[in-house]
C-alpha cells in the first residue's frame, strides 16, 4: 500500500476513533450523575493496591487523593460519609507518611464534619487517625493538642463509654495536653496546660512541670501564670531560685555562644556538661 494511502487510512480511523469515544462519552457521564455520592468511595482502593498503582510516585498519588478528598468532603460539609473519610485519610497516609496535614484533616472531619450526633465509633475513627500521626511526628503538638481535646472534653459528651473509660481517656487527654505545651504549642495551650497539671498531677510532678516551664518560655503572660502557680506550690523562693538559674543561663549563653538558638544552646551545653571529666 501506497504511504500516503496508509497515512489517510490511519487518519480516517483516528477520526472514526473519536467519534465513537464522543458518541458515548455524553451517555456515560449522564449515567455517572445518577450514581449515589457513596460510590466516590470506591475510587479510592486499598492502601495496597494504590502503591502498585503509584508505579513509584506515591508522593504524586497521595496529592491527587488528597485534593478529591478535600473536595469530597467540601461538597458534603454537614453530611460526610465517615467511612470514605477514613478510606482517604488511611490511603494519604500509607502512601505518604511524612505528608503531616492529612492526619490533622482525618481526625477533626471524622468528628466536625459527619452527622450532628457525635458517636463513639466516630471518636475511635478519629483517634486512630491521631495515632498514626504521632507515630510520625511524636512531637507535633498539633496533633497532640486536638487529640487531647478528643479525649478529655469529646469523650466526656460521647454516649457509650463507662465512667472509668471517661477517666482513662481523661487522663490520657490531659497528659497529651501537657505534651503538646512542653512542644510548643501557642500561650493558650500553656495556660491550660499548666492548669490541667496543677489540679490533677502529684504535688512534685506539678512543681517540676511549673518549673521546666517557667524556665523555658518567653511569653510574658504565660511567665506571670506559671510564677503565680509555682509560688503557690513551692513557695516564692523556688520562683526566684528558677529566675536565677534561667538568668544565669541566657547570661552564659551570650558569653559563650551568642550566635546559636537557646534551645540548641541548651542541648550543646547539656552533651558538654555530660561528658565533661
Known sequence: MHPTVRTLAGMLAFAGALGIANQLHAPAEAARTDWPAEADVLYVPPPGYLRAMSVGYREAMADLIWVRALIFTGERFGSTDTNAVERYTEAINDLAPRFRRPYLWGAITQIYGGQANVSRDMVERSARVYERGLEQFPESHELLYPYGML?????????????????????????????????????????????LITDNASPQLAIQFLESQLAATEDEEHRRLLRRKLSELAGPERVVAVEAIRKQFFEELQRERPYVPDNVYAVIRADTVSTAP
Open 151 to 195: 479525649l478529655s472534653v469529646q469523650v466526656g459528651s460521647t454516649p457509650g463509654y463507662s465512667e472509668a473509660e471517661r477517666a482513662e481517656h481523661t487522663r490520657r487527654g490531659a497528659d497529651l495536653i501537657r505534651r503538646a505545651a512542653a512542644f510548643g504549642a501557642d500561650p493558650l495551650v500553656r495556660l491550660q496546660a499548666a492548669t
